[in-house]
């Protein structure tokens, strides 16, 4: 049986809410909302977009009372983040290669 890709399924369900016009001319595009797997919702991850116009995810941390930040969640390692990435970016009908 052929390998599916690594995004096939990764991605269940989406939502996705657009940032206020402020906040989208410092590069936060807005609020992602994603089940992965149908198995796990993931809340409050931001779609963002770097200084050269890429796009990228933010996973949700809280900081702790010496200013660390700790996530709520996060991708394993880069292969993970990629996955997931081009996952939602499918999803949302984002072409990476284009930017935002």
């Known amino acids: 049986m052929p390998e599916q ?3 096939a399924n990764v991605v269940s369900a989406i939502g996705f809410v657009r940032a ?39 996973f949700p941390t809280r900081t702790d009372a010496r200013g660390r930040k700790h996530p709520y969640v996060r991708p394993i390692d880069d292969d993970a983040r990629q996955a997931i990435e081009a996952a939602v970016f499918d999803a949302l009908g984002i072409d990476p290669e284009v930017g935002l």
């Open 5 to 7: 890709p690594k995004t």
């Open 20 to 58: 206020n016009d402020r906040d989208v001319r410092t590069g936060l595009v807005g609020y992602v909302t994603c089940v992965i797997s149908d198995t796990l919702q993931l809340d409050g991850i931001t779609l963002r977009v770097t200084a050269d116009r890429r796009p990228t995810l933010s």
